[in-house]
T-cell receptor, first 114, second 115 residues
Framework: DAGVIQSPRHEVTEMGQEVTLRCKPI?????LFWYRQTMMRGLELLIY????????DSGMPEDRFSAKMPNASFSTLKIQPSEPRDSAVYFC????????????FGDGTRLSIL | GENVEQHPSTLSVQEGDSAVIKCTYS??????FPWYKQELGKGPQLIID?????GEKKDQRIAVTLNKTAKHFSLHITETQPEDSAVYFC??????????????FGTGTRLLVSP
């Protein structure tokens, strides 16, 4: 039974480059969440989709961050241009319905911006 | 908005001892309280959750208690084992008018169980 799948697992790139993180939610789950985890700020919600539509993006830190969900089985989080302070672990999570818990997390993408 | 505080930040116990992690929340409208376990290089995994209409819930060696009046909830692990070593996060959420439940996480507790 496949869980939430994220790629790549690790990404190292130089500042100024575009970074694209990918997520495949659990089949049948209609809600998708992107989180960022850092030592300083812990786990923070960046954006939430329901039925492929962004519902709450108030956690997206800057215009350099954007997220899309073109279909029910795929989402991307893009950073352009990237900066060293964007270094973090980015998690994707999914749940069956908006108010449905729990959220199931992927194993994350560890992003390092040099 | 919601604020969740978690203590202690680190906890070391001997195998077989009990471990207790405590969290407080600020939003009295919060009604769902999950606990997640995060192992190195992995994403958070739900281990137990409780809703506001229940005061206590138990699953084998793990239990969670909720005190709505005091706005705090706790995770109890009995008969700890080395494989319980991980970082544990509490979270709180409430239903928003979009039907969405936004999880606000505590800062985490690093539990180390020594053989």
């Amino acid at each position: 039974d496949a869980g939430v799948i994220q790629s790549p697992r690790h990404e190292v790139t130089e500042m100024g480059q575009e970074v694209t993180l990918r997520c495949k939610p659990i089949s049948g789950h209609n809600s998708l969440f992107w989180y960022r985890q850092t030592m300083m700020r812990g786990l923070e919600l960046l954006i939430y989709f329901n039925n492929n539509v962004p519902i709450d993006d108030s956690g997206m830190p800057e215009d350099r961050f954007s997220a899309k969900m073109p279909n029910a089985s795929f989402s991307t989080l893009k950073i352009q241009p990237s900066e060293p302070r964007d270094s973090a672990v980015y998690f994707c999570a999914s749940s069956p319905r908006p108010g449905d818990q729990p959220q199931h997390f992927g194993d994350g993408t560890r992003l390092s911006i040099l | 908005g919601e604020n969740v505080e978690q203590h202690p930040s680190t906890l070391s116990v001997q195998e077989g001892d009990s471990a207790v992690i405590k969290c407080t929340y600020s939003d009295s409208a919060s009604n769902y309280f999950p606990w997640y376990k995060q192992e190195l290089g992995k994403g958070p995994q739900l281990i137990i959750d409780i809703r506001s209409n229940v005061g206590e819930k138990k699953d084998q060696r793990i239990a969670v208690t909720l005190n709505k009046t005091a706005k705090h909830f706790s995770l109890h692990i009995t008969e700890t084992q080395p494989e319980d070593s991980a970082v544990y996060f509490c979270a709180a959420s409430r239903s928003l008018n979009t039907g969405f439940q936004k999880l606000v996480f505590g800062t985490g507790t690093r539990l180390l169980v020594s053989p």
